[in-house]
């Protein structure tokens, strides 16, 4: 059974700070890896997709890392800001489609 | 233009009623999914559909009956509610349910049994 972690539960850094969210599971068999946030009240937004044949994505200051064999993903945020503030999810996919979410890190930035 | 909605985003209600929660996109996608959010924090699947087929349905109880009547929705009926249903769920829909893809999440309904 795909079991799914994510270490910190929570993390507060001043604005302009470099920061990595990390992501473990228990079974390398995976389809694919995703990074979500979540805000209240707007539900989840999907960040960055990994496929199980690539090693990393990146969109604008966000850089996902996927290394199956150790089964690990990190997220690497650049240049943190207050807007930043929000839960992460770390999901994966595997070959029964359904997702397996972690219970997620809650980012805040402060000013 | 709202890609995943559901209604309503808050429902409160006493124990023992029935309710349903309606998900609709308008992405023209063949995937739709229930997902539950509980106190914990850990989303889990409840139910998949495929052009209107069911496809994934965890272990959920039968309480829970899930209706698409067209692939553009994915309405979730609850009977009976109990206060362990009390929690959040959420639409999701995904272009054909492939492991390639990215799924798209509505903003949630927050279920509030007493």
């Known amino acids: 059974k795909q079991e799914v972690t994510q270490i910190p539960a929570a993390l507060s850094v001043p604005e302009g700070e470099n920061l990595v969210l990390n992501c473990s599971f228990t079974d390398s068999a995976i389809y694919n890896l995703q990074w979500f946030r979540q805000d209240p009240g707007k539900g989840l937004t999907s960040l960055l997709l990994?496929?199980?044949?690539?090693r990393e994505q990146t969109s604008g200051r966000l850089n996902a890392s996927l290394d199956k064999s150790s089964g690990r993903s990190t997220l690497y945020i650049a240049a943190s800001q207050p807007g930043d503030s929000a839960t992460y999810l770390c999901?994966?996919?595997?070959?029964?489609?359904?997702?397996?979410f972690g219970k997620g890190t809650k980012l805040t930035v402060n000013p | 233009d709202t890609a995943v909605s559901q209604t309503p985003k808050y429902l409160v209600t006493q124990m023992g009623n029935d309710k349903s929660i309606k998900c609709e996109q308008n992405l023209g996608h063949d995937t739709m999914y229930w997902y539950k959010q509980d106190s914990k924090k850990f989303l889990k699947i409840m139910f998949s559909?495929?052009?209107?087929?069911?496809?994934i349905n965890e272990t959920v109880p039968n309480r829970f009956s899930p209706k698409s009547p067209d692939k553009a929705h994915l309405n979730l009926h609850i009977n009976s509610l109990e206060l362990g249903d009390s929690a959040v769920y959420f639409c999701?829909?995904?272009?054909f349910g492939q492991g390639e893809e990215k799924l798209f999440f509505g903003s949630g309904t927050q279920l509030s049994v007493l």
């Open positions: 990994i496929q199980s044949s690539q």
């Open positions: 559909y495929n052009n209107k087929e069911l496809i």
């Open positions: 999701a829909s995904s272009p």
């Open positions: 999901a994966v996919q595997g070959g029964s489609e359904k997702l397996v």
